[in-house]
């Protein structure tokens, strides 16, 4: 996954729809934990930081995990470029290291359908997270197989309502909601197909 990502970086905000979805799953996020100023906030898979960069100017720390330092790199130059402070990045694959620190909110974005163990994701946040500190996810609801053509490192097709909702619960999460927030259209076949992502979110006791 890493060199597959390493090699779209550059590219990768180029593509308008998928800044838009980016936009959306953060102002969805901030509307259903409603995050304090100041909170310290972690985004695994950030890539180039669309999700993250969204809650810059809250006054709290900012941090951007992923496996790909190339989409770091462009991150960094974002934040540079916008005069952000208060963000600090970090190469990790969470299936076989720790998050570095504590944290008020966790996010994940579209990244859950490219791991082997995506439970292990949701484990690793709760424990990252301080008491009353959110974990949110959103990644594509279940679909046919479609989304993703064969040049994607792709482990599952979408989850649904019922999964999410299971490896939130059993990592210890509580007050636990999944909704559809937005959808992705792509052209297939020479048709529009819609797919819908779904956003989870667990409180930490």
Known sequence: ?????????????????????????????????????GADILDYGTGTGLVLLSFAGRGGTLTGVD????MLKVLRE???????????TAVIDIESARFPGEYDLITASMVMHHMDKPYLLVKEAEEA?????????????????????????VKYAGFSKEAM??????????????????????EKD????????LLTIGCKP
């Open 78 to 88: 974002k934040a540079e470029e916008d005069e952000i402070t208060n963000l600090s």
């Open 129 to 153: 997270l301080r008491p009353g500190g959110f974990f949110a996810a959103a990644d594509l609801e279940e679909e046919d197989g479609s989304f993703h053509d064969a040049s994607h490192s």
């Open 165 to 186: 909702q299971s490896m939130f619960h059993d990592a210890g999460l509580i007050d636990i909601k999944s909704e559809k927030v937005t959808e992705i259209v792509k």
């Open 67 to 70: 496996t790909s330092d190339e």
């Open 1 to 37: 996954m890493k060199s597959e990502f390493d090699k779209k970086a550059r590219e990768w905000d180029k593509k308008e729809r998928r800044v838009r979805v980016a936009k959306e799953i953060a102002a969805s996020i901030l509307e259903r934990t409603k995050v304090p100023e």
């Open 190 to 197: 020479g048709e529009e197909k819609s797919y819908s992502v």
